[in-house]
């Protein structure tokens, strides 16, 4: 699997564990969820926030990459 699309399947990943989340607030409180959606669109949905997004994602696949090559040496 490449790098780029490593990236992306976190990110995607990450996209459906804040949905879940968002769904069970939504569930007990949906005030509350409705003011934290807002805030997590107004903060990922910017340029700034999504770039954000994507450099925490390739450090961990950066991070992921270094451990398997750790791995391998040792076996």
């Not at 959606?37 to 994507?54: D, F, K, S, Y």
């Amino acid at each position: 699997m490449n790098r780029q699309r490593f990236v992306k399947n976190i990110l995607k990943m990450e996209n459906e564990w804040l949905a879940a989340d968002l769904v069970q607030l939504a569930r007990k409180d949906p005030v509350t969820a409705e003011v934290e959606i807002t805030e997590i669109l107004n903060n990922l949905c910017t340029p700034r926030g999504l770039h954000a997004r994507v450099r925490r994602a390739e450090e961990k696949v950066g991070l992921i990459i270094k451990i398997d090559r750790m791995e391998c040496d040792n076996e």
